[in-house]
């Protein structure tokens, strides 16, 4: 069983930046693939952002890419996604999911096995 906790969420204007953490605890965390997804009201949950057990691939969602960077820490069992120049499209719960079974990362949330309670992150215009 693993345990994810993010955390950063918040209300920032167009422009600004805010850095997301997600914290996870249970299993062995390195061996991992880490993904960011996100949900706007009304809409279904979307790829953000992955990275792989090294922080060696990452991927991004055309709709941020350049803009939103993960990254992860083993030490501290963390991974972040450093989300700037944010827009008021960007406003969604952000989620973080880990992939336990997998030998790459995927852009499809049924890919993910455990999953955060989510973080708020508003961008006003």
């Known amino acids: 069983q693993v345990q994810l906790v993010e955390s950063g969420g918040g209300l920032v204007q167009a422009g600004g930046s805010l850095r997301l953490s997600c914290a996870a605890s249970?299993?062995?965390?390195?061996?991992?693939?880490m993904g960011w997804f996100r949900q706007a009201p009304g809409k279904e949950r979307a790829f953000v952002a992955a990275?792989?057990?090294?922080?060696?691939?990452?991927g991004y969602a055309d709709s941020v890419k350049g803009r939103f960077t993960i990254s992860r820490d083993n030490a501290k069992n963390t991974v972040y996604l450093q989300m700037n120049s944010l827009k008021p499209e960007d406003t969604a719960v952000y989620y973080c999911?880990?992939?336990?079974?997998?030998?790459?990362?995927?852009?499809?949330?049924?890919?993910?096995?455990?999953w955060g309670q989510g973080t708020q992150v508003t961008v006003s215009s």
């Open positions: 999911a880990v992939r336990a079974y997998g030998n790459t990362w995927t852009t499809r949330s049924d890919g993910y096995d455990y």
């Open positions: 249970g299993r062995t965390f390195t061996s991992y693939y």
């Open positions: 990275i792989n057990w090294s922080g060696g691939s990452t």
